[in-house]
């Protein structure tokens, strides 16, 4: 198994320009989340779901859209980057929601 | 709103034991959960409580009272590579949104 695969693990943007972060898991696991992460801060949740369908902001979701069409896939968007959205990227995904398995990252440079 | 408070650091030396403090403040408040992070690399799951007392998982323990809002965890025998960041998290509202501590960096010394 793969567990949690992300998609790129490092990416320059230009200020203003959008991409998408993509994230899958293939452990048919219902809850996935996106986080961010700061250097010397901790995880801070931007998006998340609890099944193919369901959606729900967490902590910053503001510049970010997520959607859910698939168990597999939870891709997070960012609409139109900012230098303060340069951060390390964490997707995340659990079966039950007691315990949560992480991505590599991705490492996002907003210039 | 919510917040968790933990040490920003802690130091121990190899073979002794350490325990990770970590109080909360949160509605809807479903379990408390520990993961494990080196060097910004992906946190790994450690333990999850949901119900007062205590989860040993080999050389690591963590605890929870929820009347006290507060749980910790404990790691035993350490060794060099426990070295690393250690988060603790709440879950709220019976699952799905998990929101994470600032996290506590431990150093192990020889």
């Known amino acids: 198994n793969a567990g949690v695969t992300q998609t790129p693990k490092f990416q320059v943007l230009k200020t203003g320009q959008s991409m998408t972060l993509q994230c899958a898991q293939d452990?048919?696991?219902?809850?996935m989340s996106w986080y961010r992460q700061d250097p010397g801060m901790g995880l801070r949740l931007i998006h998340y779901?609890?099944?193919?369908?369901?959606?729900d902001q967490g902590e910053v979701p503001n510049g970010y859209n997520v959607s859910r069409s698939t168990t597999e896939d939870f891709p997070l968007r960012l609409l139109s980057a900012a230098p303060s959205q340069t951060s390390v990227y964490f997707c995340?995904?659990?079966?039950?929601?007691?315990?949560?398995?992480f991505g590599s990252g991705t490492r996002l440079t907003v210039v | 709103g919510q917040s968790l408070e933990q040490p920003s650091e802690v130091t121990a030396v190899e073979g002794a034991i350490v325990q990770i403090n970590c109080t909360y403040q949160?509605?809807?408040?479903?379990?408390l959960s520990w993961y494990q992070q080196h060097d910004g690399g992906a946190p790994t799951f450690l333990s999850y409580?949901?119900?007062?007392g205590l989860e040993e998982t080999g050389r690591f323990s963590s605890f929870l009272s929820r009347s006290d809002s507060y749980g910790y965890l404990l790691l035993q025998e350490l060794q060099m590579k426990d070295s690393a960041s250690y988060f603790c998290?709440?879950?709220?509202?019976?699952?799905?949104?998990?929101?994470f501590g600032q996290g506590t960096e431990l150093s192990v010394k020889p």
């Open positions: 998290a709440v879950t709220r509202n019976q699952g799905g949104k998990l929101i």
């Open positions: 995340a995904s659990s079966r039950d929601s007691y315990g949560y398995t």
């Open positions: 949160t509605s809807g408040f479903y379990g």
């Open positions: 409580n949901g119900l007062d």
């Open positions: 452990m048919n696991h219902e809850y």
């Open positions: 779901s609890v099944g193919a369908g369901i959606t």
